[in-house]
């Protein structure tokens, strides 16, 4: 049974209510899934396992304080992630401007740097326009999910 890592940057509990919210779909799709709140390079999946992060962004476009370590460790170590297979949904505020999900951008960007391969668009969900993030994420996963099965078929 392949694994998917849900790795959740959190300020508030929204991340983690999304990660909860998808979770079953996951299941149903035959996945084993472990969501992670406190997210370390070992917690990233490789070869026919997936990660999904979903992360929030605090501040000016800055990781929710339970992600910081994670990316810290990620810039100082530098490790190869040519393996590594993700996806991820990216919550923000657009009334932030440039700095609108600005997280999820800098942690794509850093894990492209780093060899790793986005699966699918970022799904990005602005506070401004979905007061329940669950309602834009749960129909996006399963398209992704179903997307994944036809590449792996």
């Known amino acids: 049974m392949p694994q998917l890592n849900i ?3 959190t300020m508030y ?9 998808v979770k079953p779909l996951f299941e ?6 472990n969501i992670v709140e406190q997210p370390t390079l070992d917690d990233l999946t490789s070869d026919e396992d997936l990660s999904l992060f ?11 304080g339970n992600f910081v370590p994670f990316v810290r460790s990620l810039k100082d170590k530098s490790p190869a992630l040519t393996t ?3 996806g991820m949904i990216a919550l923000g505020d657009s009334s932030y ?12 960007a850093l894990l492209e740097d ?7 668009d970022r799904l990005e969900i602005d506070a401004m326009e979905t007061f329940m993030a669950d309602d834009a994420a749960v129909p996006w996963v ?4 179903e997307e994944q099965q036809l590449k792996v078929a």
Request: with cysteine; hydrophobic share 40%; glycine share 20%.
């Open 7 to 9: 790795l959740v940057g």
């Open 142 to 145: 399963e398209t992704w999910i």
């Open 28 to 33: 149903q799709a035959g996945f084993a899934v």
């Open 114 to 120: 780093h060899g790793a391969r986005r699966l699918g």
């Open 13 to 21: 509990g929204g991340a983690l209510d999304v990660a909860e919210q």
């Open 97 to 108: 401007g440039d700095t609108y999900c600005g997280a999820g951008r800098a942690l794509d």
């Open 84 to 86: 590594l297979r993700y």
């Open 54 to 64: 979903v992360l929030s962004t605090t501040g000016s476009g800055d990781f929710p």
